[in-house]
């Protein structure tokens, strides 16, 4: 599990989603096939986490997490609070690069977010005025035993 540390106020989902992408690229002597199937559920807390559901390595785990990292900056997406589940992953033992996974993770949030409503937890909130800063730290993902309790 990967954790991406939020701040206040509270932005989430409106309901649960679900999305999947595979990639495959055949070009002799670059092959590259990745795939996610994942699974977007609202929270109450402020911290997005991804949940790896599936048995992977780790590289891939973080070429998702970053492929996530990615799309949040990429659409500036108003979303701190989130549990991202990877449910399923298209792999192939010879041809699967993380760079795959980091592009399929990438252009599955892209696909989805637009269609999704977001709302606010205005009860959070710890100052009167809306930060500047992006939602995340400098330091976007930390391990699971960090602040965000699950």
């Known amino acids: 599990m990967i954790e991406i540390i939020t701040r206040s106020p509270i932005h989430t989902l409106s ?6 992408v595979h990639l495959s690229n ?10 996610v199937t994942l699974y977007l559920e609202p ?4 911290c997005i986490k991804l949940i790896s559901g599936v048995k992977v390595d780790r590289n891939y ?17 108003n979303i701190t ?5 990877w449910c399923d992953w298209l792999w192939h033992p ?4 993380p760079r795959a996974f980091t592009r399929a ?15 606010r937890f205005v009860g959070h909130s710890t100052s009167s005025s809306p930060s500047a800063e992006p939602p995340f ?4 993902f930390e391990l699971a035993d960090s602040s965000c309790n699950y």
């Open 15 to 20: 309901h649960p989603a679900i999305v999947t």
């Open 26 to 35: 055949q070009s002799p002597g670059a092959e590259s096939v990745g795939g």
């Open 137 to 140: 730290t400098s330091n976007f």
């Open 94 to 97: 010879i041809d699967s690069r």
């Open 105 to 119: 993770a990438t252009r599955a949030i892209a696909e989805i977010l637009p269609w999704l409503e977001l709302r």
């Open 61 to 77: 785990e973080k070429a998702v997490a970053q492929g996530i990292q990615q799309a949040l900056e990429d659409l500036n997406a």
């Open 43 to 46: 929270v109450d807390e402020p």
């Open 81 to 85: 609070a989130l549990h991202i589940w």
